[in-house]
């Protein structure tokens, strides 16, 4: 995959003040994130809700959290034949599911769990975690990994990040895709919320990294 189009776009917003920014009821001039939420609420990556809130403080799904990277990256969706596949697989993702092509889409990137019998399990309605979040931005951008963990040795914590994670999260450290708390801890199972991942998508994308996502390989826990 190419550079993407959408992202160049995006970079050209960042660190700019759009004057027709969206507001949210609970979203203030003042919130700490109010300009990552404004720049992607405007570009249609991520809604609000219908009584004018945004409810930052919420955890964002997995599923909400796989439709910020499909529009913030400005993935290739999920073609007929490729949904197909995905559905015939999928034990907890239906055609229904407002998220299913989103979740498709992003499969390769967002870990997952596929069980003894093949079947795999994405969980669109929990909470995405920063360890997921952190593997997930990694995979889509197609970095390297850094197998040493060096990066992860100052946290007290880094001992609960999964083992599966571990090189994505000390990859996503060392490129400054996700920092620590100032206790000195990373919270790698601590729910990201909406609010957060607004940031994290900005951080991300101002990295200005050329992104060669590895659509041919499957990202998933095995147990």
């Not at 949904?83 to 499969?107: G, K, Q």
């Not at 599966?164 to 490129?175: C, D, R, S």
Request: hydrophobic share 35%; net charge negative; aromatic share 12%.
């Amino acid at each position: 995959m190419k550079r993407l189009i959408p992202i160049i776009t995006t970079l050209a917003l960042l660190g700019t003040q759009n004057a027709f920014a969206k507001e949210f009821t609970d979203v203030p001039q003042t919130h700490w994130a109010y300009g990552s939420i404004s720049l992607f609420a405007d570009s249609g990556v991520i809604n609000g809700y219908e009584d004018g809130s945004f409810r930052p403080e919420n955890p964002v799904t997995r599923g909400e959290w796989a439709k910020m990277m499909c529009d913030g990256f400005g993935l290739r969706q999920a073609g007929t034949f490729e949904l197909w596949r995905f559905y015939s697989d999928a034990e907890d993702v239906s055609e229904s599911d407002w998220s299913a092509p989103y979740i498709a889409t992003v499969s390769p990137y967002l870990a997952h769990i596929i069980d003894d019998y093949g079947r795999s399990y994405y969980r669109p309605n929990d909470s995405a975690t920063r360890e997921e979040v952190a593997g997930s931005l990694v995979r889509v951008l197609g970095l390297e990994t850094d197998e040493s963990n060096a990066y992860l040795a100052p946290y007290s914590d880094s001992g609960e990040i999964s083992e599966f994670e571990l090189p994505y999260m000390n990859t996503a450290v060392k490129n400054g895709l996700i920092s620590g708390y100032e206790d000195g801890t990373l919270r790698p199972k601590r729910e990201v919320t909406r609010a957060e991942a607004a940031c994290l998508m900005q951080r991300t994308i101002s990295k200005s990294f050329v992104m060669q996502p590895h659509s041919n390989v499957k990202y998933s826990y095995v147990r």
